[in-house]
């Protein structure tokens, strides 16, 4: 179900990450992680943001929540610009957005039993009496598919499918609206997979939730997303509708993204298609098209002018001169 009030807007974020260069009078340097990305979500809808490795998705996913500063842009949640927020305030907002992350272990200090694991978010936020805190605790407990007995376990004792069952209730502890997920099922077993996005989307429908899902695989981000942002070297290069991005793709990275998921039934193989090359670096991007190094449909323009994100209607826009 999507709503047609938006609970976040991104409008032009870029976060810059400054290096020094080689030697010892060597000259700073820019990585452009994140180069003017924008985008909506709406209440209780799942926007998936794909792309390489290296291409600023994760980047992008910490920005929202202020672990990192941007370099510049707007963030609205729910109307309200958080970019610059204090950290007090920051701290207070992020009751209403959290994070999973990918690695369920790394997140979980190791010290701590799942019980006082589930129950810190409450108390940072002083959320409920004690009594309350243990029945919040429980609950989330079993909407997640583990048992009371598990609360005296540390995380070490835990599989890593339990692992990752325990990130997302410490990420619904504290009744969060949008949940950032970044790569939420990479790390797992692929037995795993399913039964933790099964439970993510069951959980989006019991609790209300928006996802920002950041995923490398395009059959994950089709089986839980509504829409679908591609992102190519710090931009955004096509996003649409997750049917329309499938089934009527305008960009040729994205064309080379979909020929590479498996499909099991050989008539309905499409051929394979192989980049050339490596992905440029960020510090030194490109002129004009960033994909067109690579791109066997380039053209001239495609060398020295960097195409926009045109709206070619539905919702449906892409970054490139051919459309």
Do not use: W
């Not at 963030?75 to 992350?101: A, H, P, T, Y």
């Not at 949940?179 to 439970?199: K, T, Y």
Request: net charge neutral.
């Amino acid at each position: 179900m999507i709503l047609n009030t938006s609970i976040l807007k991104v409008a032009h974020l870029k976060k810059y990450f400054l290096i020094k260069g080689e030697g010892l009078f060597g000259r700073r340097k820019d990585i452009y992680a994140v180069d003017g990305v924008s985008f909506t979500i709406d209440k209780q809808e799942t926007l998936g943001l794909v792309g390489e490795s290296g291409c600023g998705k994760t980047t992008v996913g910490r920005c929202l929540l202020q672990l990192i500063e941007p370099t510049s842009g707007e963030i609205f949640f729910e109307g309200m610009n958080i970019v610059g927020m204090s950290r007090d305030k920051m701290r207070d907002l992020r009751r209403e957005m959290q994070i999973i992350f990918q690695d369920p272990y790394g997140c979980l200090t190791p010290r701590m039993r799942l019980s006082a694991l589930l129950m810190e978010p409450l108390e940072v936020h002083s959320i409920g009496t004690r009594s309350e805190r243990k029945d919040r605790v429980a609950y989330i407990l079993e909407r997640v598919g583990l048992r009371p007995e598990h609360m005296q376990r540390y995380p070490h004792e835990f599989s890593g499918g339990q692992r990752q069952r325990i990130s997302i209730a410490r990420a619904l502890m504290v009744n969060p609206k949008l949940i950032i997920a970044d790569e939420p099922v990479s790390a797992l077993d692929v037995s795993i997979r399913a039964q933790i996005l099964n439970l993510l989307v069951e959980l989006q429908q019991e609790f209300y939730l928006a996802y920002l899902l950041i995923s490398h695989d395009l059959s994950v981000v089709k089986y839980m997303c509504d829409r679908i942002a591609v992102m190519y070297l710090g931009k955004i290069v096509e996003m649409a509708h997750r049917d329309e991005i499938y089934e009527n793709y305008q960009h040729p990275y994205t064309e080379a993204l979909l020929s590479a998921i498996p499909v099991p039934a050989v008539r309905e193989r499409r051929g394979r298609i192989v980049l050339k090359g490596d992905v440029p670096s960020p510090i030194n991007p490109p002129l004009g098209c960033r994909f067109h190094p690579r791109c066997s449909y380039r053209v001239e323009q495609c060398d020295q002018i960097e195409p926009e994100l045109k709206d070619l209607g539905d919702g449906h826009f892409v970054a490139c001169h051919l459309r």
